[in-house]
């Protein structure tokens, strides 16, 4: 059974202070794996797809990398608008995405 | 402007009463998708249609219903036999070019149990 496990279920950082959230997935012919961002009371927001092992994306202060086993969205010296729930999801052989449970960051000034 | 409209945001429900939830997208996507997400939890699927007129059972499909007789649409109904229904419903959609499938979310429509 596919697994999507996100780690750490919150995360509190000061503004400027880099870090590092984890997703970390067992799935059966990985056919690509989604970052999205998650405002209180919105839909998500798209970020990043990865399809295979090595691959990395930028986007202002994110980047997302990914390994046979795990991805990572580092964020490099954030700022408070970058508060927000990160979800990753992973798609295998089906139509539909299975999601983590996200991780909540917060960036105080 | 392209996207996906959910409405409305939020919906009440009597207890024994159907809902629907409309979902709708000029983004010319084949797929469409119906999500439930619950606090702490992450997303869960409750039905998809990968082409108009079909549709399929996600994760938790159990008193929900769903049609899908026009590309742009795809309501889902919230029948009286879903005993828990309160959750924030998501609408998404798949754009799938060159085998590189990105998926895209509605605003979400919260239901609550009146």
Known sequence: ?109 | DGGITQSPKYLFRKEGQNVTLSCEQNLNHDAMYWYRQDPGQGLRLIYYSQIVNDFQKGDIAEGYSVSREKKESFPLTVTSAQKNPTAFYLCASTENRDSQETQYFGPGTRLLVL
């Open chain 1, 1 to 109: 059974e596919d697994q999507v496990t996100q780690s750490p279920e919150a995360l509190r950082l000061q503004e400027g202070e880099s870090s590092s959230l984890n997703c970390s997935y067992t799935v059966s012919g990985l056919r690509g794996l989604f970052w999205y961002r998650q405002d209180p009371g919105k839909g998500p927001e798209f970020l990043f797809t990865l399809y295979s092992a090595g691959e990395e994306k930028e986007k202002e202060r994110l980047k997302a990398t990914l390994t046979k086993k795990e991805s990572f969205l580092h964020i490099t010296a954030p700022k408070p608008e970058d508060s927000a729930t990160y979800l990753c999801a992973v798609l295998n052989s089906g139509y539909a995405l299975n999601f983590g449970k996200g991780t909540s960051l917060l960036v105080t000034p």
